[in-house]
């Protein structure tokens, strides 16, 4: 599917700079978000959805440019301890790289990666802190995800302090430009973004830690 607009609903604050907060949706959270549209979305839409934002200068370019392109993707997982892992879902227009960060130890997440390893859709909503995202379905196949279903983990409970401070170290480094290699040859990283879920668990504290007035 080639990327397209939809109605967004800002999720209303900045991380840190850089970095925002993304949500992961399950076909069934777009279905109930998008109940009340006068016009119901193209049953495509109904998927797991990896929803962010960036800057809205950044939207604005990346929307004149058609990006972003659903060629330049690459799947990368971090984390040092094997019980909190990481899968990032990068995506590069020209020098720019946005980046969705996906806790496995999440119970969400995990439900996300085993049902898009066994076949169920998944897509990508990007806004730029207003009312329209850019949506696009992925190009990674099914047995691409089928290799982090052993790195998902629900054992994090009594390591939060732990989980929180890796958290933090983790959304501090994406936005590094050199942290994720470039998906297109001879072109240099010079920019990047993050969207980070951050785990239900982990939420209130996450905000604490990272937030900062846009």
């Given at each position: ?60 370019l990346l929307r004149a440019c058609g990006h972003p392109q659903q060629g330049r993707e690459r799947l990368t997982v971090v ?136």
């Amino acid at each position: 599917m080639k990327a397209g607009h939809l109605e967004h609903t800002s999720l209303d604050f900045q991380l840190c700079t850089g970095a925002y907060l993304g949500s992961l949706m399950s076909p069934a959270d777009v279905k109930r978000a998008t109940a009340g549209r006068a016009q119901s979305l193209p049953d495509e839409l109904y998927r797991w959805t990896l929803c962010g934002e960036i800057d809205q200068a950044l939207f604005s370019l990346l929307r004149a440019c058609g990006h972003p392109q659903q060629g330049r993707e690459r799947l990368t997982v971090v984390g040092q301890s094997p019980q909190v892992r990481y899968a990032v879902f990068t995506h590069q227009a020209g020098s720019f790289q946005h980046r969705f960060l996906v806790p496995l130890y999440d119970p969400k997440a995990a439900a996300f990666i085993s049902a898009v390893a066994h076949g169920d859709a998944m897509g990508y909503s990007l806004a730029g802190q207003g009312s329209e995202a850019a949506v696009w379905a992925t190009r990674l196949s099914a047995t691409e995800l089928m290799p982090l279903l052993p790195m998902c983990s629900e054992s994090v409970a009594g390591s939060e302090s732990m989980v929180l401070r890796d958290y933090v170290d983790v959304v501090m480094r994406l936005r590094d430009p050199s942290c994720i290699p470039s998906v297109t040859k001879g072109v240099d990283v010079k920019l990047a973004s993050v969207s980070a879920i951050a785990p239900d668990c982990l939420l209130d504290r996450v905000a604490g830690h990272l937030w900062s007035p846009t």
